[in-house]
């Protein structure tokens, strides 16, 4: 495999040298594992440097990170550790290791092992190969299960009849690389799969598990041809049982992509949006506010993303026709959509493609989320307001008018809000 490390980026092959170079030092069997392998083969970029080693990881990891003079963390029960390279850049160190699952979909109990071992409890064929990057054999592929055979025959292929058993959430992940590679779940996989559905497998694993594949499947590229094939492949009952998701919702789920391509395209400097968490929503959109609340709290979801959640379940059709009319003031534009975030302001985009809401969110955006104000405290305590609530609600009553077009000026900001403090 030498020829596909010379062909890496030239920050990567520097790392993998500098990890083979310490391993050598050390004494110490190591090699590239997992998805990083397969993109190697692949010619797709990844930027998670994952190794296993023969031994102790954790203390291959300090020495490692202490020659990248780079942050380490590690977790002494699992045998692991992330060497966090630079912002963009990880190595995922772990020790090889012997994986039993005492029952199915619990978490497996984990003993020290062999490469094999360690390459015989992972997922799939394609994400079961090493490479050597120690002394011995530099650049050797170690590929038990036919790996390179399936990533050339675009085949997604269990390791054995248990995996799914073993561990259910392997069945979302079989999905994700299916789709992302444009693969094949094989034939054998493909009916073993079906039949762990079948046994409930899904209903049998701690949900905060299925949250964390089900937001990995959320960002990825087009996450609409991932949520149809799980409908198809494993249903949506994992959520909510009964839901089953109509034309329209996939629909809205096309039309979120759309927007939010718009929206990075036109906004680059905004803040980062929590796309997952858009492509969620869309998927229960149907669901009452009620069954919204279970979901938050079975899959155990963060307070900022619940609230946000429910916040655009309680949005009213009252509120939504009020927007939906051609005249409304900038003022109660911006105090409808000011409260909400870009994520559900996104969302409304996508679900209501009437023009005059279409042309009030985006003014929203471009005009006057930026919106300032001028005058400041220091202005309102030169009139002799003293300083308290009073002045927030002062700086809003500014705000608006500003919006409205009614003051633009500094000057006219401190005339009207001399009007106001003689209220106050
Ligand atoms: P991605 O490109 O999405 O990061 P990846 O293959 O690197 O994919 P990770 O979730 O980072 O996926 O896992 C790294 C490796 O660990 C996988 O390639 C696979 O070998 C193994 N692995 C991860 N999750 C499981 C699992 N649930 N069961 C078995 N092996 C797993």
Known sequence: ??????????????????????????????????????????????????????????????????????????????????IMVKPHL?????????????????????????????????????????????????????????GKRDLFEKKI?????????????????????????????????????????????????????????????????????????IQALAGLDFI???????????QLIGSLKKQLVWFKETYPQKRPIDEWLIFFIGIIDSLTIKDTQAICKKFVLRLGEEKRLLLYKEISRKFILNLCREKVRPSEIFAGFEPLSYEILLLLKAKYKGKAFQKHIKDFFEIYNGMRILISGHDLGALGVKPGPVYQKIFSKVLNAKLDGIVKTKDEELALIRKIAKIH
């Open 157 to 229: 292929r269990i390791l054995h009849n248990l995996s799914f058993i073993d561990d259910p959430t392997r069945i979302f992940r079989a999905i994700r690389f299916e789709k992302r590679y444009n693969f094949k779940i094989e034939p054998l996989t493909l009916k073993i799969l079906k039949e762990s559905v079948k046994l409930n497998m899904l209903h049998k694993v701690q949900p905060q598990r299925l949250r964390e594949e089900l937001i990995l499947i959320l960002k990825e590229e087009r996450p609409l041809v991932y949520i149809k094939r």
């Open 90 to 146: 990880k190595i995922d160190v772990a020790s090889a290791r012997n994986e039993h699952y005492p029952k199915p979909a619990h978490l497996p109990i984990v003993s020290s092992g062999t490469l094999r071992e360690d390459l015989y409890r992972r997922d799939f064929t394609i994400n079961a190969m090493a490479i050597s990057i120690g002394r011995e054999a530099f650049g050797r592929l170690i590929d038990f299960f036919c």
């Open 1 to 82: 495999m030498k020829e596909y490390l010379e062909k890496l980026p030239q920050e990567i092959k520097d790392l993998v040298y500098l990890i083979s170079d310490t391993a050598c030092r050390e004494d110490t069997a190591v090699y590239l594992v997992g998805g990083f392998v397969r993109d190697l083969i692949l010619g797709v970029k990844n930027l998670d440097v994952d190794i296993v080693v023969e031994g102790d990881g954790i203390s291959f990891a300090e020495k490692l990170s202490v020659r990248l003079n780079a942050k380490l963390v590690s977790h002494k029960r699992f045998g692991t550790a992330v």
């Open 240 to 250: 909510k049982p009964g839901l089953c998701l109509s034309k329209k919702t996939y």
